[in-house]
């Protein structure tokens, strides 16, 4: 028998331009308590922004069938997305308003293998150092016992937000 999953978003351009009239904190947390709609991204994988403060960003995802790859487990791309998601928003939440950035590389580690049997997940992320153009930040998977899942470190390239075209 088949299995089915349907899930909608809103219109990423809301998120776009509020991004950039807004300082990095103000906007993640305007996301997470829902006065701005949650990226396509959060509904494709069905992940949620928890936790909000300057420098720390977690996400998290309760692991299902539809994130499985062709051996059982949850796809390594799932663990990066969250990874990605966690590390590049603790960065944009450091951001002042009318900058934005960008991840130029991701590295990830899995350490531990992912089933519905996991229960739910938490993508905490962190920045670790930062200037005017880069940051390095940083993200670690846990599952409900805290037990480290996966690593991730990323360098993000800061720059202005693009004036809006006319």
Not at 105 to 118: A, G, S, W
Not at 123 to 137: K, P, W, Y
Request: charged letters at 15%.
């Amino acid at each position: 028998m088949g299995r089915t999953r349907t899930y909608q978003w809103e219109d990423p351009e809301i998120l776009a331009e509020a991004a950039g009239s807004m300082a990095g904190l103000d906007f993640l947390r305007a996301m997470q308590q829902g006065r701005l709609p949650g990226p396509p991204i959060s509904a494709t994988v069905d992940m949620t922004v928890d936790e909000v403060e300057p420098g720390r960003v977690v996400f998290s995802l309760t692991p299902g069938e539809e994130h499985y790859n062709p051996i059982g487990s949850v796809h390594g791309g799932i663990f990066a997305t969250l990874l990605d998601s966690a590390a590049g928003c603790a960065v944009q939440s450091t951001l002042p308003q009318g900058m934005a950035y960008t991840s130029l590389d991701l590295t990830v580690k899995f350490l531990r293998r992912i089933t519905v049997d996991t229960g739910t997940v938490r993508a905490v992320g962190t920045v670790v150092s930062g200037s005017r153009r880069t940051a390095l930040a940083q993200a670690q998977l846990f599952d409900a016992t805290d037990r480290l899942l996966a690593h991730a470190t990323s360098s993000c390239m800061i720059f202005p937000v693009p004036a809006p075209q006319a």
